[in-house]
C-alpha cells in the first residue's frame, strides 16, 4: 500500500464531527466523472501504463480497491484511528488479527460472554495452533488481572457484550494490559464508533463486525479492524492481503452507504430500546431486564461514562422458564424471529437456542429463559405494542 492510500487518523479530519465524517470521510467525489458517491469498483485487475505504471496505485483488487480504500478511510475517521481495514466478515477480521498479533505458546484473555462465533475462533481453530485463551469476567479488572500470565499477548473486550449486555470499563483494562505489556482489542459492533470510541480510551485494536449497525439494514456481512499503531497498521495490512478474506468491493459500498446513516440510526435505536426497557420493567412477566442504561445494571457509571447513549440491545428473562422464553419468541408479528443484529429491522431471539446454542455446557452458557431484542428504528409504539401482545 502506497503512503497516498494510508489513512489519516483524527488529525486529518480535526474539527469535523462524527456525524459529518460519517458522510464525507472517504468519499472524495469520483475523479473521473464528478459523482458524488464512490462507485462500486467490480474490477480484479488495473491496467498498468507501462511496466508497473501504476495509476493510483492500484494493481490487485485483493490488496486494494477504489471502493473498499473509501470504506477504510471512512472506519479509520469514525474510530479516531491511523488506518481502518474492511473484511469479508466480522470473524474474518477477527482471524486476521489473531494470526497477526500471536504465535504458538501466546495466551489470551477473552470475555466470558463473548460472540459465539468469537469463542469458537478461539476454542476450535486458534487453539489448534498452540494459541491458549482463558475465559475471564471482563466487567470485573481484578479478574482479569488475575488471568494474566508471562505469556498473555492480547485482552480481548466486548461491551457492551453478547448477550448479557455486561459492560468492561475500557479504560481501565487499557492501563492493565500496558503493564502487562499486551493488547487491548475491543469488539466495538453493540456500540458503533458513534456511541464509544475505544481507541480513545487506550485500546490498540477495535474490531468490528460491520454486518451488524454499520451495514445497519441487514442486507450486507462484512468486518472490520481499526487501530493507530502505524506498525500494528502495516502488519496487519500485509496479513490482509496475504490471507485474502478482504470485503468485496459491492459489500464495501453497501456497509459505506450504512455507515452515512449511522449517527441517526443509532440515536433512534438507542431511544426506541430506552422505551421498550420502561415497559419490560413493569411487566408481570419479566423477572429482570439486561441493560446498561438502567441505573441498578452494574456496568451503569462505567458505560454512562464510556458510551454516547447505551444502543439498541435489550435482553431480558421471563417467567415459565424456557419454554415460555420461547413462546415468547414464536409469538411476536413485528419483531422478527432471527438471529443477527443491528438492521433497522426489530428483531427478536432465543439465545440459548439460537445464537449461543454452540456454547451450551461451556464457561459461556447462557440463562435458558433469556430473550435477546435487537430493537429496530420502527415507531416504538408498534413495538411496545407487539411485545405485550408477545409477552401475553
Ligand atoms: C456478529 C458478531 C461478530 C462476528 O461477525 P460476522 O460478521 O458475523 O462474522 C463478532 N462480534 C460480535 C459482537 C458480533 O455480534
Known sequence: MSDERTTEGPGGHSGQSFETLAIHAGNTADPLTGAVVPPIYQVSTYKQDGVGGLRGGYEYSRSANPTRTALEENLAALEGGRRGLAFASGLAAEDCLLRTLLSPGDHVIIPNDAYGGTFRLF???????????SVA???????????????????????????????????????VAQGAGAKLVVDNTFASPYLQQPLALGADVVVHSMTKYMGGHSDVVGGALVVNDPDLAEELAYHQNAMGAVAGPFD??????????????????????TRIVEMLKSHPRVTRVLYPGLPEHPGHEIAAKQ??????????????GEEAAVEVCNRARLFTLGESLGGVESLIEHPGRMTHASVAGSALEVPADLIRLSVGIESADDLLADLRQALG
Open 307 to 320: 458510551m454516547k447513549s447505551f444502543g439498541g440491545m435489550v435482553s431480558f428473562q421471563v417467567e415459565g
Open 252 to 273: 464495501a459500498w453497501l456497509v459505506l452507504r450504512g455507515i452515512k446513516t449511522l449517527a441517526v440510526r443509532m440515536d433512534r435505536h438507542s431511544e426506541n430500546a
Open 137 to 175: 469476567d471482563t466487567g470485573d479488572v481484578a479478574a482479569v488481572r488475575a488471568a494474566l500470565t508471562e505469556k498473555t499477548k492480547a485482552i480481548w473486550v466486548e461491551t457492551p457484550s453478547n448477550p448479557l449486555l455486561g459492560i468492561t470499563d475500557i479504560a481501565a483494562l487499557a492501563t
Open 123 to 133: 476454542a476450535k481453530v486458534v487453539s489448534r495452533w498452540g494459541v491458549e485463551f
